[in-house]
């Protein structure tokens, strides 16, 4: 091929990627949404929902961003969300997915699964999370709580640090414990009681799931 050829083969391409990217990333424009015209996460250097914030400040409580060539609405808005995750979550069953590991727990956190999988976990769990269960389940949470509390003014008391993911994990762990079993384990202070070692044991399988779960 001589060079006439090359180059015009070359501009072709360029202008074919040109075009891709620019109506890839102009796509909430035209759909009337405001938000930014290209990828530009700055979460990685600021903590996330600070970043969020910003965003939600410049483009407002509804607006429409990408994730690398992804498209994305960012919704801000509680009336908005309680119709989309509640009222009607039949309309909008499917969540965005995350791969965090092979395991069958990573597989089944509600969280996590898309399509039909979110949509039958769902339906599994929600009946546990009845407005009757709830409440009463308060009693439980207010206990541990409570423990929770003063276990951090000994140290404020003491002005000592706190490793606050080891008590948050362990304050975790007992509002499950007395939720599901209606046992109180004190896990902060019983390390090796029996329900401690064998939840350590289920999160340690899988690196990503302990990574969420933390």
Same mark, same amino acid.
């Given at each position: /091929? ?9 501009? +072709?391409?360029?202008? %074919? ?18 938000? $930014?015209?290209?990828?530009? !996460? ?16 410049? !483009? ?17 808005? $509680?009336?908005?969300? *309680? ?12 969540? #965005?997915?995350?791969? /965090?590991?092979?395991?069958?727990? %990573? ?6 699964? +898309? ?6 976990? *769902?339906?599994?769990?929600? $009946? ?6 709830? *409440?009463?389940?308060? %009693? ?6 409570? *423990? ?10 003491? +002005?000592?640090?706190?490793? /606050? #993911?080891?008590?948050? +994990? %362990?304050? =975790?762990?007992?509002?499950?414990? =007395? ?19 064998? =939840? ?15």
């Amino acid at each position: /091929m001589d060079f006439v050829t090359i180059l015009t083969i070359f501009v +072709g391409i360029i202008s %074919a990627i040109a075009f891709y990217i620019r109506r890839r990333f102009t796509y909430w424009k035209r759909m009337g949404l405001p938000g $930014p015209d290209f990828f530009q !996460y700055k979460g990685f250097f600021k903590v996330h929902h600070d970043w969020t914030l910003e965003q939600v400040k410049k !483009y407002g409580k509804l607006y429409g961003s990408y994730v690398l060539t992804k498209k994305l609405v960012v919704i801000n808005e $509680p009336d908005l969300l *309680r119709d989309i995750m509640v009222k009607d979550f039949h309309i909008f069953p499917d969540r #965005r997915g995350f791969h /965090m590991g092979s395991s069958k727990i %990573a597989k089944s956190l509600f969280f996590l699964p +898309g399509n039909d999988d979110w949509k039958r976990v *769902r339906s599994i769990l929600s $009946p546990v999370f009845t407005s009757g269960k709830l *409440r009463a389940m308060m %009693a439980h949470i207010s206990g541990v709580s409570d *423990r929770f509390v003063n276990n951090l003014d000994e140290f404020e008391k003491n +002005g000592e640090p706190v490793d /606050m #993911r080891k008590y948050v +994990g %362990a304050f =975790a762990m007992d509002v499950i414990s =007395a939720c599901a079993y209606g046992i109180n384990v004190e896990s902060i202070n019983n390390p090796n009681h029996p329900i401690v070692t064998n =939840a350590m044991k289920i999160l340690n399988t899988d690196a990503g799931v302990g990574i969420v779960l933390s």
